[in-house]
Every structure is written in C-alpha cells, then in structure tokens.
C-alpha cells in the first residue's frame, strides 16, 4: 500500500492560515488523496479530497503537487476549534472505504 | 440528519469473552466500513460492508467478524478476547461503493477494554 508522510505535529496562531504537508511518492496514478481530522474523543471528520486538480470546499483547500508526490492541507484561517490530529490519506484505488490511516499530524493552534 | 450511531459507547471485558459492537448508518448509507484504533497501531481498517457482503478486509485473524443486515445496520464481533484487543472501535459509513471515492461519516466509536 503506497504509504504517506506528514511531520508528526503543527503549531499556529489563531487566525493565521496554516499549510499542513504530506508526502506520497509511491501514489499510484489513480490513488485518491483524502484528509480527515479527529477532535479528541471524537471519530475522524472528512475535511477533503482529490485526485489531481487542486480542490477547496468551505473547510479547507487541497494543493497537489504537478508530480501528485506531495500535497498541503490549507486551513485559510485557523480557529481554536480546528485543533486535531490531521490524517493525509491515500484511498485504495476503486474503492475510498478502505483507507489506511497513517500517524497524522497533531495541530495546535494558539490563541 | 441522525449522524452514525454506535452502541455501546463503553464497556469493559475480561480475557476470554467475546463482544459484539453495533453501528447504524446514516440514513440511505449502504456502505459499513470498521476500524480499531490504538496508540500504538493508529487507525486500522478491518473490513467493509455493503448490501449484506464484506467486500474488502484488513489484515487481522479471524476472531475478528462482522456481519451487516438488509436495513444496513452493521455488528462486528470479537472472539476471545486479548489483552491487545483493548481499542477504540470506529464505525463509518458512506453512501457509495464504487468509483468515485466519497465521504466517510465516523460514529464516535466504542471503546473496549479487556482486563
């Protein structure tokens, strides 16, 4: 399974946009990019996906790199509210029900 | 709209016993999918439902089970129980099965702990 990276926290200030990174350079051409989040006891929250094309929906935007090798989640503006551990995910190919969660990145965000 | 459901929220077990967990769907969601989530191991893919059919599974031993009935609701049941099964159990589900990849809806999951 083509695996990612993403660093294993984030700090920003309240307010100020926030680029989280992710790595997948053994993504398959047809391997969907998904992020999740997940609030503290709370299941993950789709955020976003894509597959080649940037993307933006009213929770974030998602920029893929030309070689589809990496990608960053932006949060335009960050709120305390969006303090969680951020999942970069790459959804088997066919199929978006069977991800496989990596480490994720743990963001804090500082008032 | 009713987010996904699971029951029970929390329970506790001792090595040797069996549990079942149960998930309700969204509404007109037909796709089930189960995951364990550990500190160690992160979040883990065990497998997935739709129409009454596990479609895809995860790389764990057959104690682990699942079956899903016609109104899509879903159990997943864990036999014998180890130590190691100690975990939050998430249940999603999605109103699609096959090509373009849609969104997962998470329940807030049932956490087990095996004594």
């Known amino acids: 399974d083509a695996k990612t990276t993403q660093p294993n926290s984030m700090e920003s200030n309240e307010e100020e946009p926030v680029h989280l990174p992710c790595n997948h350079s053994?993504?398959?051409?047809?391997?969907?990019i998904h992020w999740y989040r997940q609030l503290p006891s709370q299941g993950p929250e789709y955020v976003i996906h894509?597959?080649?094309s940037n993307v933006n929906n009213r929770m974030a935007s998602l920029a893929i790199a030309e070689d589809r090798k990496s990608s960053t989640l932006i949060l335009h503006r960050a709120t305390l509210r969006d303090a969680a551990v951020y999942y970069c995910?790459?959804?088997?190919?066919?199929?978006?029900?069977?991800?496989?969660f990596g480490s994720g990145t743990q963001l804090t965000v500082l008032p | 709209k009713a987010g996904v459901t699971q029951t029970p929220r929390y329970l506790i077990k001792t090595r040797g016993q069996q549990v079942t967990l149960s998930c309700s769907p969204i509404?007109?969601?037909?796709?089930v999918s189960w995951y364990q989530q550990t500190p160690g191991q992160g979040l883990q893919f065990l497998f997935e439902?739709?129409?009454?059919?596990?479609?895809n599974k995860g790389n764990f031993p057959g104690r682990f089970s699942g079956r899903q009935f016609s109104n899509s609701r879903s159990e997943m049941n864990v036999s014998t129980l180890e130590l190691g099964d100690s975990a939050l159990y998430l249940c999603?589900?999605?109103?699609?099965?096959?090509?373009?990849?849609?969104?997962?809806?998470f329940g807030e999951g049932s956490r087990l702990t095996v004594l």
């Open positions: 999603a589900s999605s109103p699609i099965l096959a090509g373009v990849p849609g969104e997962l809806f």
């Open positions: 053994t993504i398959s051409g047809t391997d969907y």
């Open positions: 894509g597959l080649t």
């Open positions: 995910i790459l959804g088997v190919s066919g199929s978006a029900r069977q991800l496989t």
């Open positions: 509404s007109g969601h037909r796709s």
């Open positions: 439902y739709f129409s009454e059919t596990q479609r």
